[in-house]
């Protein structure tokens, strides 16, 4: 078993930005990839990006290229989201997952509780 515990979420103004946090306890933290996704209400969950164990490979949705940064520490059992330039659309539950990488929820078997952003206008 993992467990996953988000921070960081807020309310933001646009253009802001955001680093969220997942700490991660429980079983060997750094043997798995680690993905963030993002729900809004009346949506489905989505893939927002995602890194390896090792950190060096990473993914992203197109929506967050160039503006978002995902990265961890295994040291710290820690994965980070970096988010810049904030857009209304950003606004979400965050949530953080430890699987084997990928773009889907279906290659996650362990997930956090979320964290809420939003983003003002």
């Known amino acids: 078993q993992v467990q996953l515990v988000e921070s960081g979420g807020e309310l933001v103004q646009v253009g802001g930005s955001l680093r969220l946090s997942c700490a991660a306890s429980g079983r060997t933290f750094s043997w798995y990839a680690l993905g963030w996704f993002r729900q809004s209400p009346g949506k489905e969950r989505e893939f927002v990006a995602a890194?390896?164990?090792?950190?060096?490979?990473?993914l992203y949705t197109d929506s967050v290229k160039g503006r978002f940064t995902i990265s961890r520490d295994n040291a710290k059992n820690t994965v980070y989201l970096k988010m810049n330039s904030l857009k209304p659309e950003d606004t979400a539950v965050y949530y953080c997952?430890?699987?084997?990488?990928?773009?889907?929820?279906?290659?996650?078997?362990?997930w956090g509780q979320g964290t809420q952003v939003t983003v003002s206008s």
């Open positions: 997952a430890a699987g084997v990488l990928g773009r889907t929820t279906s290659s996650y078997d362990y």
């Open positions: 890194i390896t164990w090792t950190g060096g490979r990473t």
